[in-house]
């Protein structure tokens, strides 16, 4: 069965924008029925506390007919791929792939959360995710639009189109 599902990209290390765009080939793969979207890619300054460099963020929309978990070892592998190594929480890192949303779907396992419980608050997710998705309506029935501010916006920087 096809699913609807949104993955939120980001990188700062190593290249960032050759990341994204390797990672995108890579996230085209897992798409069926020729549904493969992305946003533009945007500069963001850290969330949190580390000093780090600024990320470049995207978000891929498709349709899948994998398993919430399959989709998961498959992102974690596409980022064990481009090196990721796991080290400081919220630090940087080479490739960071999150599944926001699967379907309307609510998922509480111990290895996947969904939506990724972050994303309301996440201003580097929610303004790509409208690029692909304008009229989203979150599991939770709020309209991804009354979640963006001008603020929020303005914390961006699109980088490529
Ligand atoms: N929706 C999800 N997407 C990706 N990983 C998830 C999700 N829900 C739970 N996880 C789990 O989160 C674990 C840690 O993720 P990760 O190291 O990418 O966190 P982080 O990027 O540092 O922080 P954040 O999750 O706040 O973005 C993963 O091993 C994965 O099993
Ligand atoms: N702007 C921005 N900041 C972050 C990001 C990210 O993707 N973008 N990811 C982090 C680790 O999950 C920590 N901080």
Redesign the pocket.
């Known amino acids: 069965m096809a699913v609807q599902v949104y993955v939120a990209i980001g990188a700062n290390l190593a290249e960032p924008i050759q990341q994204l765009d390797v990672a995108v080939l890579a996230l085209k793969a897992l798409a069926i029925n020729n549904t493969f979207t992305v946003s533009a890619y945007y500069g963001s300054k850290p969330m949190g506390d580390v000093i780090q460099p600024d990320y470049v963020n995207a978000v891929a929309g498709f349709q899948t007919s994998l398993k919430p978990i399959e989709l ?1 070892d498959a ?2 592998e596409i980022e064990h791929q481009q090196g990721r190594v ?1 080290l400081e ?2 630090g940087p890192r080479t490739l ?5 949303l699967y379907g309307q779907q609510h998922i509480n396992e111990s ?4 939506p ?1 419980y ?1 994303m309301k608050q996440r201003s580097f997710v929610l303004v790509p995710l409208a690029d692909i998705a304008p009229a989203l309506i979150l599991p939770c029935n709020t309209s991804l639009e009354s979640l963006i501010s001008v603020a929020m916006r303005d914390e961006l920087q699109k980088l490529i189109d």
């Open positions: 998961l992102l974690q796991r929480h919220w960071d792939l999150d599944l926001l290895r996947l959360c969904v990724h972050g």
